[in-house]
């Protein structure tokens, strides 16, 4: 009775050790991540947005500097005219252009019609120049007033366009603290699985210490723990380590799958382990195995040969 009582303890222990412990990733981490991604692809378009303002910004005080400098000589070349019209203004009236003496002193009528005409002309055009002045350098001054409007437009958006790329920034940078948290998270949830699943493995039960099938010794989640639950695998390593460490337990090694063999590729800088399930007739053959698809995750995929970098198939015992 207390035979058959240890028995079914140690069967229902092996059941249990059978079900793998999950950690799956929070929705919340994922939604995160996808968030993440978008606010950088929002980010990017910010801040070429701001980048187009700045170009334009720039552009835009040249112009208003150059309109600014182009008025101050208006302005200077209207003084220097009305400097001159006043200066012509005294000359008239201290010494009028038509004087009595100048009538009396007229040989004949064509003459002093000349001198009328002369001193009208200089007059006239005088008034021209000056008036042209004055429309240019308004002229100048509106156009001026026009693009400084526009400068003051172009900064205004910039600053909203610099205030939106701040606040996309900000909260980029929080939901990365959250996508890095979730990630941390994840990573001790891992740590904490493969832990218990160790102390749970290996715990001692009335001075015996119970194993999984196979005397299980990897690391919980991953490729190897998985494959060692489906084969008695004795050696250790990582999996590209499998490949050498078969051999001296009388494992024999080929180039051809097999159901029920072990195939060990080169995918990860530490290798990879997959059981085979199928041989097809085409030379084909179908896995399943953790890990790959993520971690903790079984997952099954049919492979052609050249497809991955195979190292090779470990069989049973020769």
């Given at each position: 009775m207390k035979q058959t009582c240890a028995t079914l303890f140690f069967a229902l222990l092996l059941s249990v050790l059978a079900?793998?412990?999950?950690?799956?990733?929070?929705?919340a981490a994922v939604d995160a991540e996808q968030e993440l991604a978008r606010l950088d692809m929002q980010l990017t378009q910010d801040q070429a947005k701001l980048d187009g303002l700045n170009n334009q910004v720039e552009q835009a005080a040249g112009v208003v500097d150059a309109l600014n400098r182009k008025l101050a000589e208006d302005q200077k070349r209207e003084t220097v005219l009305d400097k001159q019209v006043s200066a012509l203004a005294r000359n008239q009236y201290e010494r009028p252009a038509i004087s009595i003496s100048t009538l009396l002193e007229a040989p004949t009528l064509q003459e002093l019609i000349s001198n009328f005409a002369q001193a009208r002309l200089i007059s006239l055009r005088q008034q021209a120049v000056q008036k042209e002045a004055k429309q240019l350098r308004r002229q100048d001054q509106q156009v001026r007033d026009q693009q400084a409007v526009k400068l003051n437009e172009v900064k205004s958006a910039k600053d909203q366009a610099a205030s939106v790329v701040a606040?996309?920034?900000?909260?980029?940078?929080?939901?990365?603290?959250?996508?890095?948290?979730?990630?941390?998270?994840?990573?001790?949830?891992?740590?904490?699985?493969?832990?218990?699943?160790?102390?749970?493995?290996?715990?001692?039960?009335?001075?015996?210490?119970?194993e999984a099938p196979g005397g299980n010794h990897f690391a919980y989640g991953y490729c190897t723990w998985y494959v060692a639950?489906?084969?008695?695998?004795?050696?250790?390593?990582?999996?590209?380590?499998?490949?050498?460490?078969?051999?001296?337990?009388?494992?024999?090694?080929?180039?051809?799958?097999?159901?029920?063999?072990?195939?060990?590729?080169?995918?990860?800088?530490?290798?990879?382990?997959?059981?085979?399930?199928?041989?097809?007739?085409?030379?084909?053959?179908?896995?399943?195995?953790?890990?790959?698809?993520?971690?903790?995750?079984?997952?099954?995929?049919?492979?052609?040969?050249?497809?991955?970098?195979?190292?090779?198939?470990?069989?049973?015992?020769?």
């Amino acid at each position: 009775m207390k035979q058959t009582c240890a028995t079914l303890f140690f069967a229902l222990l092996l059941s249990v050790l059978a079900v793998p412990v999950t950690a799956p990733i929070p929705a919340a981490a994922v939604d995160a991540e996808q968030e993440l991604a978008r606010l950088d692809m929002q980010l990017t378009q910010d801040q070429a947005k701001l980048d187009g303002l700045n170009n334009q910004v720039e552009q835009a005080a040249g112009v208003v500097d150059a309109l600014n400098r182009k008025l101050a000589e208006d302005q200077k070349r209207e003084t220097v005219l009305d400097k001159q019209v006043s200066a012509l203004a005294r000359n008239q009236y201290e010494r009028p252009a038509i004087s009595i003496s100048t009538l009396l002193e007229a040989p004949t009528l064509q003459e002093l019609i000349s001198n009328f005409a002369q001193a009208r002309l200089i007059s006239l055009r005088q008034q021209a120049v000056q008036k042209e002045a004055k429309q240019l350098r308004r002229q100048d001054q509106q156009v001026r007033d026009q693009q400084a409007v526009k400068l003051n437009e172009v900064k205004s958006a910039k600053d909203q366009a610099a205030s939106v790329v701040a606040h996309t920034l900000a909260v980029r940078n929080q939901v990365n603290d959250q996508v890095l948290a979730a990630k941390a998270a994840s990573v001790a949830q891992q740590g904490q699985a493969t832990q218990a699943a160790a102390v749970f493995v290996s715990r001692p039960v009335g001075g015996v210490s119970i194993e999984a099938p196979g005397g299980n010794h990897f690391a919980y989640g991953y490729c190897t723990w998985y494959v060692a639950n489906r084969r008695n695998i004795p050696w250790f390593g990582n999996a590209i380590e499998w490949w050498p460490n078969a051999r001296p337990y009388g494992y024999a090694e080929g180039g051809s799958p097999a159901v029920g063999a072990v195939m060990v590729t080169r995918e990860s800088p530490i290798g990879h382990v997959a059981y085979v399930e199928s041989v097809g007739g085409d030379g084909s053959w179908t896995v399943s195995e953790m890990n790959y698809a993520g971690w903790n995750m079984v997952s099954r995929r049919t492979i052609h040969p050249g497809q991955v970098p195979l190292v090779g198939f470990i069989y049973g015992k020769a």
